[in-house]
């Protein structure tokens, strides 16, 4: 169904516009159904290591879907640190609300699992670190999300120094990202073997 040209080269990717994007996630996504995933444990261990979030006392999250690194133990040891984890609750505009996770998690919309409604709502822009879902990244920490383009939103009410940690395959570490003017960049990668701060590149 899906028409593969694993070698095709990456003609296109300096264009700003939307569609090369389109194309980069399906090969993205293909590749994470084929393949195996970071190890979350190793994952875990590199980012609870970093000062950034040695020194949070509230960091959003995620819920890691099928196709992306599980972070049910990221999660886990944070709050047992007695650190505040937010999780994402996608609105109808497509932008995110956060709720404070308290250990229980119901169905969301599009495969995701979150807070129920009954969670604290939280501000986003209270969170010292962010850790974001993200296909792929390049090494100016320009990020590729699944393409609702609610982290971009979202991202846009809190402090431009916040740190934004996204979770990563070594491979999906790219030369390129195609990036647009609302994209907020990342400024940690973190992958099963190394930790990779952007703007220090
Ligand atoms: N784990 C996780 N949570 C998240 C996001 C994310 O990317 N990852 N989001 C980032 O903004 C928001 C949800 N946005 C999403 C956008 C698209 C798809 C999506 O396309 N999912 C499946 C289809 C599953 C279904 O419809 O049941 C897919 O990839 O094919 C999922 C979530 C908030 N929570
Ligand atoms: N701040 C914003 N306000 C309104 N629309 C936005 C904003 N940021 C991005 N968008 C729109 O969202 C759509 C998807 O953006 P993009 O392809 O960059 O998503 P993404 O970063 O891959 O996804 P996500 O942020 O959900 O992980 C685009 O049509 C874009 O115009």
Do not use: W
């Given at each position: 169904m899906?028409?593969?040209s694993?070698?095709?080269?990456?003609a296109g990717?300096?264009?700003?516009?939307p569609?090369?994007?389109?194309?980069?996630?399906?090969?993205?996504?293909?590749?994470?159904?084929?393949?195996?995933?970071?190890?979350?444990?190793?994952?875990?261990?590199?980012?609870?290591?970093?000062?950034?979030v040695?020194?949070?006392t509230?960091?959003?999250?995620?819920?890691?879907?099928?196709?992306?690194?599980?972070?049910?133990?990221?999660?886990?040891?944070?709050?047992?640190?007695?650190?505040?984890?937010?999780?994402?609750?996608?609105?109808?505009?497509?932008?995110?609300?956060?709720?404070?996770f308290?250990?229980?998690?119901?169905?969301?919309?599009m495969?995701?699992?979150?807070p129920?409604?009954?969670?604290t709502?939280?501000?986003?822009g209270?969170?010292?670190?962010?850790?974001v879902?993200?296909?792929?990244?390049d090494?100016?920490?320009?990020?590729?999300?699944?393409?609702?383009?609610?982290?971009?939103?979202?991202?846009?009410?809190?402090a431009?120094?916040?740190?934004?940690?996204?979770?990563?395959?070594?491979?999906?570490?790219?030369?390129?990202?195609p990036?647009e003017?609302h994209?907020r960049?990342?400024t940690?990668?973190?992958?099963?073997?190394?930790?990779?701060?952007?703007?220090?590149?």
């Open positions: 899906t028409a593969s694993p070698g095709a080269s990456a990717a300096a264009e700003e516009r569609r090369p994007k389109i194309a980069l996630r399906r090969r993205l996504l293909a590749l994470r159904r084929a393949g195996v995933l970071p190890d979350p444990a190793v994952l875990t261990e590199r980012v609870l290591a970093l000062p950034e040695a020194r949070a509230c960091v959003a999250a995620y819920v890691g879907m099928t196709d992306e690194p599980d972070t049910t133990e990221l999660l886990a040891r944070l709050r047992a640190r007695g650190v505040r984890v937010l999780l994402p609750v996608v609105r109808a505009d497509l932008d995110l609300d956060f709720r404070e308290g250990g229980t998690l119901v169905p969301g919309a495969g995701t699992r979150e129920p409604p009954s969670a709502h939280v501000e986003l209270e969170a010292q670190v962010i850790i879902p993200a296909l792929a990244a090494e100016a920490g320009n990020r590729l999300g699944r393409g609702g383009g609610s982290y971009d939103r979202a991202l846009t009410r809190t431009p120094a916040t740190p934004v940690i996204a979770l990563l395959h070594d491979r999906e570490i790219l030369g390129d990202v990036a003017a994209d960049r990342v940690i990668i973190v992958t099963q073997s190394r930790t990779v701060r952007p703007a220090s590149l």
